[in-house]
């Protein structure tokens, strides 16, 4: 039996719904290069059913998830979205270990669901090599291998294959022709999954975010530059390619570029696995705000959605797929205040801000004040722990806050801090 809470709760959704079809009803069909990343770390979002009603009234092209959920498949197979599915970490070095288990994992991901729900990429792994495993990292290509193979069984060709990678697979960003691979990549992971991505003619996927680099120092790096404000007067020519740049986001990517042409392989395409702005976060965390975050994925549609492709310097004139982070704001996500605010709609499923997915509209933000926190917080902050906090997760969190290098834990340095244990008990 619905509650009277549950029934205005599904009104107000549903008023979303209506309310966001109606504001792009009059889009074109151009938004089928852009996809959204559907992420539920959350206790509190739509269902499946509703979320991809959403989906479809935003006019998303495609819809990328992470993981292969059975629910949410079957919902998108009455719909024309073009779906990339995700091998989770934990799976890897499973399939990896035998054919059958890539064919298993093949038979009730894909087989069970396609062809009606249009699977259009398998993602092996999310930022594998951002972790620590080397393990994971050996067994991510023969796993990669696995299921294209599997694939390859039921005469599947029409689906690729391939790997989210952070930016901070590289070692080396500025400027991007010095880009390079980490060198505690092993030769023996980083070139077959070359030669894997080069063979399949898949693309090599990438976490890209102009927030980070530019909020680490605000101060060095235009904030008009890292939203890809046209007009701006503000370029970058780097010193050995002679390439010039407009903005940050194309800096970033022709480093992905580079530094795949310093291993030998020039030809692999580079598709945007998540790119975003955050609109809301903790008082350090600067630029977090709506009206950059409506600007930056304003610009970011008109640029991936032009026609012709406009591509980066190093590339010019390719086309770029492009996966926007993310659908929800996602209130069980650790970490910083702007983990938990990328959504472009909110809970309700209305949106935090304006957004045109097809391209068409370049004014999103106009009805939004303009944002006093685009500079450093010049305050002094620090850590208290919530009432409600679990003693299991207060360590791994403490230990997160304190390895940002920003002086937060400063105090409870032992020997140094004024708050050091059990001391400022004594």
């Not at 093949?106 to 259009?120: E, F």
């Not at 070139?191 to 101060?219: G, I």
């Not at 959504?343 to 004040?369: A, C």
């Not at 230990?399 to 105090?411: K, Y």
């Given at each position: 039996m619905h509650?009277m809470k549950?029934l ?7 008023l ?8 792009c ?6 938004s ?11 206790n509190?979002?739509?269902?499946p059913?509703?979320s991809?009603q959403?989906l479809l009234?935003?006019k998303?092209?495609h819809?990328k ?6 629910e949410?498949?079957?919902?998108l197979?009455?719909t024309?979205?073009h779906?990339t599915i995700?091998v989770?970490?934990q799976e ?6 035998n054919?059958?288990?890539a064919?298993a994992?093949i038979d009730?991901n894909?087989l069970a ?13 999310n930022e594998?090599?951002?972790y620590?495993?080397?393990q ?7 796993a990669m ?15 690729k294959?391939?790997t989210?990678?952070?930016m ?9 022709s010095?880009?390079?691979?980490r ?12 030669r894997f ?7 090599f996927f990438?976490?890209?975010y102009t927030?980070f ?10 904030l ?6 046209s ?6 020519k ?8 407009t903005?940050l986001?194309d800096?970033?990517l ?7 042409q310093k291993?030998g392989f020039?030809?692999v ?5 998540e790119?975003?702005?955050?609109h ?6 600067p ?5 950059n975050a409506?600007t930056?994925?304003s610009?970011?549609?008109?640029k991936v959605?032009s ?6 310097p190093?590339?010019p004139g390719i ?7 993310s659908?929800y704001?996602?209130?069980q ?6 983990e938990r ?6 809970n309700?499923?209305?949106p935090?801000y ?13 009805k939004?004040?303009?944002?006093s ?5 010049n305050?002094?902050?620090?850590c ?9 997760d207060?360590g791994p969190a403490?230990?997160?806050a ?6 937060t834990?400063d ?16």
């Amino acid at each position: 039996m619905h509650t009277m809470k549950g029934l205005m709760m599904k009104a107000v959704l549903l008023l979303s719904i209506m309310s966001f079809y109606s504001f792009c009803s009059g889009a074109s069909n151009s938004s089928n290069k852009i996809g959204v990343n559907y992420g539920r770390l959350g206790n509190n979002l739509p269902s499946p059913f509703e979320s991809i009603q959403l989906l479809l009234s935003m006019k998303a092209g495609h819809v990328k998830l992470y993981d292969a959920d059975p629910e949410v498949l079957k919902l998108l197979s009455d719909t024309d979205l073009h779906v990339t599915i995700m091998v989770t970490n934990q799976e890897i070095s499973m399939i990896a270990s035998n054919e059958s288990h890539a064919d298993a994992w093949i038979d009730d991901n894909v087989l069970a669901h396609y062809p009606s729900t249009k699977i259009r990429f398998i993602l092996v792994g999310n930022e594998v090599f951002s972790y620590n495993d080397r393990q994971l990292w050996l067994d991510l290509v023969p796993a990669m291998r696995r299921i294209k193979r599997s694939l390859n069984k039921h005469q599947i060709h029409n689906i690729k294959v391939g790997t989210p990678l952070a930016m901070d697979a590289l070692e080396s960003t500025f400027p991007p022709s010095s880009a390079r691979f980490r060198s505690s990549i092993p030769a023996e992971v980083i070139v077959p999954l070359m030669r894997f991505l080069n063979s399949t003619k898949s693309f090599f996927f990438v976490d890209v975010y102009t927030y980070f680099p530019w909020s680490v120092n605000p101060t060095n790096t235009s904030l008009d530059y890292a939203l890809m404000k046209s007009g701006i007067n503000e370029t970058y020519k780097d010193p050995v390619s002679g390439l010039t740049y407009t903005n940050l986001l194309d800096q970033m990517l022709d480093s992905v570029h580079f530094a795949m042409q310093k291993l030998g392989f020039n030809n692999v395409r580079v598709a945007i696995a998540e790119t975003g702005w955050p609109h809301d976060g903790d008082f350090d965390e600067p630029g977090a705000n709506a009206y950059n975050a409506a600007t930056y994925v304003s610009n970011l549609v008109a640029k991936v959605t032009s026609d012709p492709p406009i591509g980066t310097p190093a590339k010019p004139g390719i086309e770029i797929p492009t996966f926007v982070f993310s659908l929800y704001d996602e209130n069980q996500k650790p970490g910083p205040g702007t983990e938990r605010h990328w959504g472009l709609l909110s809970n309700t499923g209305s949106p935090i801000y304006e957004v045109d997915l097809t391209g068409t509209s370049h004014e999103n933000n106009t009805k939004l004040s303009e944002p006093s926190n685009n500079g450093p917080y010049n305050g002094k902050i620090w850590c208290v722990v919530a009432s409600t906090a679990s003693p299991d997760d207060l360590g791994p969190a403490l230990e997160f806050a304190c390895r940002q290098g920003n002086g937060t834990c400063d105090q409870l340095a032992p020997g140094h801090g004024s708050c050091e244990f059990p001391s400022v008990l004594l």
